[in-house]
């Protein structure tokens, strides 16, 4: 397994390469956070397998494997956990050497009894082989994006278009 670098926050307005989405969705704000926190969470993106490695209740230092296409394998490990509404993580080892360092947020803000807005960020600094991959990584969030807007039947006015890397 490849070692990536730990980020905190900042990372996500200062990695070169940043992905990000949201969405307002006609569900609780509950209802969101715990398909985020089920057992085999983000079921509906094609080809990923979430699995957590670490015992319940989950909070900062909780962490997950992330298995894409049954090739790329990545650990992730929770650095911020807001219970109900946030959780953020880096990838501390993946078993391709993909990026020296790789982190997402998760965030479910209330905005009424049956709505809510979930926003998601992801950042990276790819190494050689990594920015090789643009293609398919740009691939698969928009096509995870996608699929987390059917999953969550979110309301058309919240789809921003075909998710763009974000400008660096």
Known sequence: ?????????RFFSTAPLRYSHTWTIPKPAEEVWAD???????Q???????????PRPLSVGATRRATFMGILKLDENFFIWDEGRR????IPKSNLP???????DYRVE???ADRCQFSFRAAG???????LGGPILGRFFRDAFDAIGRHFDALPA???????????
Do not use: N
């Open 98 to 104: 993909l990026y020296r360092s790789f982190a997402e």
């Open 1 to 9: 397994m490849a070692t990536l670098k730990p980020v905190d926050e």
């Open 44 to 54: 509906c993106i094609p080809r990923l397998t979430l699995r957590w490695t670490s």
């Open 110 to 112: 209330p905005l009424g």
């Open 87 to 90: 959780y953020t993580f880096y």
């Open 36 to 42: 985020l926190v089920a057992d085999r969470p983000l």
């Open 158 to 168: 919240a789809q921003h278009g075909a998710p763009q890397p974000d400008e660096t």
């Open 125 to 131: 600094d790819p190494t050689f082989v990594g920015r």
